[in-house]
């Protein structure tokens, strides 16, 4: 089986969220970058169905050079190989298309993505990818089980889960618990050194949707302490003063 | 020419999310003289149950009420909607996030050569251009995105529009939609999902428990509280990992995204990944024993002590109050 998995290179999930200071761009001053969360049960959930059934594995990101290092760690993780399509993701119209170009030539049969990206959180270019090139799209998918071409799976709805049953080729957007998160172990850093990483260019320029302006939200008061003796006081001043209830 | 709307449904009535999405719609129908308000509501439901979204905001509803669309096969569902759009002429789309509304959203973007923007905080700014305002870096900022295209979908936050509701009626019709073989490629065999219960994603109040409720033979209070409010019971994540509570209560970064008018907290530290999942809460109140519990910073009210003292007594005054 051929799978292909799409990777965000995004900020830690404790980086403190800063623009500078015309607010058209992020402010990467002391950013840690990771593989996104959702991406990262993405990419355990391939390495395990690779190392049951055999194939390959490739991660695919579209972003510009800084984000090697995330695939690089891809590479421990277990994925065969690697390819950066070199741009700036400008908006998830621009990155469905190059994701669907390069899938398309590849000819995967199981193409694997986060539920979403926890920069954007769009959660939809899964579901882009899938219309491009005709194929089903699953998302947020949190069990995903293969067996020749049937697949079974699980996905995620308000107050619970439904169970499905569909062929390959199609797309998961993955959520846990779809696998625990690999760390990468000695061997596996030292062999990503050396698998192939290419680096191909954009297929298009069209875009639907581009940020223009970034914005903070208005800072948070102090929290208002009630004694832990007097719980009434905290449900009148729920019910008069913030009247919530 | 008018405004379409995706309405879901669940359990024979309109989704109160469904019905922001309507009233969304509405503002910005008067907004950019579109026309009216179309809904479409798939598989079955009662006419008199749709009606009522005439009370939001929509003159009409459309009624796919071919039974096989019942199941929210997402496929199926695209295709449906695609051909309600051409049909009323729309040049956009609004719908609610969901689970099924984001998988449908971003077939359609393609579908439609629609411009698709998530995670709608606010009405659009259609003065010079069409700028939408949402919510990214899971609710920790703002984005303004400039849509280029004609056509255009907007999948809308909870609360990003105050519902208010009046007697005004839709006139229902029935919609005839063609549907292939395709559309069904893949199936859904089996449901499993709380009923009666008031769900997370959607819930106006959600009372939380973290590792500090030491164990699932302690929820019972936590479940007496939300029965009191008619909230929801959510949880933080490693409570969801070890088993005490089922995986879609998990609130975070990684689980469930809710927006509540209130939000409990009770025996939750309040690491930034949890904090991510509530932040668009209006008000937040966390009950902790530790006054530097991080989660304070974030709160509106709290109180510090034993959350085993402290529950009983709460839920007695709430009982009282309410
Ligand atoms: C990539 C990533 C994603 C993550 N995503 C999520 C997510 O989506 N959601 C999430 O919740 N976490 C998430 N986490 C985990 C997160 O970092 C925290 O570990 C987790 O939220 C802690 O849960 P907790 O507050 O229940 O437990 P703890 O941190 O153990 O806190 C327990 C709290 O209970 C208090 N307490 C103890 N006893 C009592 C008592 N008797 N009465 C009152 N208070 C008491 C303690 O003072 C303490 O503050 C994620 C982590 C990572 C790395
Ligand atoms: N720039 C990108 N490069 C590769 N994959 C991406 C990129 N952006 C988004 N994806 C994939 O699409 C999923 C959903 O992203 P989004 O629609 O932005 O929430 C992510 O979890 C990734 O798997």
Known sequence: MKILVCITHVPDTTSKIQFTADNTKFDTTGVQFIIGPYDDYALARAVELRDQTGGTLTVLNVGEAETEPTLRKALAIGADEAIRVNANPKDSFFVASQIAHYAKEGGYDLILMGRESIDFNGGMVHGMVGELLNMPSFSPVMKLEVEGTNVKMAREIEGGKEMLEATLPLIAG???????????????????????????????????????RYEMPPAKGSVKLVDKDNVAELVRLLKNEAKVL | MSVLVYIEHSEGKVKKTSLEAVAFAKALANQTSEGEVTALALGTISSDELALVGGAGASKVLHASDSKLNDGVIQAHSTAVAQAFKSVGAKTLVLAKSSLGDAVAARLSIKLKAGLVSNVVELPKTDSGYSVKRSIYT??????????????????????????????KAAVEEFVVTLSESDFASKITATERATGEVLLPEADIVVSGGRGMKGP???????????ILGAATGCSKPVSDIGWRPHHEHVGQTGVKVAPT?????????????????????????????????????????????????????????????
């Open chain 2, 262 to 322: 209130l939000y409990i907290a009770v025996g939750i530290s309040g690491a930034i990944q949890h904090l991510a999942g509530v932040n668009s809460s209006k008000c937040i109140v966390v009950i902790n024993k530790d006054p530097e519990a991080p989660f304070f910073k974030a709160a509106d009210y709290g109180i510090v002590g034993d959350a085993f003292e402290v529950i009983p007594k709460l839920n007695e005054a709430l009982k009282a109050e309410l």
């Open chain 1, 174 to 212: 993955c959520q846990e618990p779809i696998a625990e998160w690999k760390i990468p172990n000695m061997r596996g850093i030292m062999s990503a050194r050396t698998k192939p990483l290419n680096v191909v260019e954009a297929v298009s320029n069209e875009t639907q949707a581009e940020v223009s």
């Open chain 2, 139 to 168: 609710g920790k900022a703002f984005a303004e995105s400039l849509v280029t295209t004609e056509n255009k979908i907007l999948a809308i936050k909870k609360n990003a529009i105050d519902l208010k509701l009046d007697d005004s």
């Open chain 2, 217 to 227: 033979e302690n929820w019972g209070m936590l479940e007496e509280m939300a029965k």
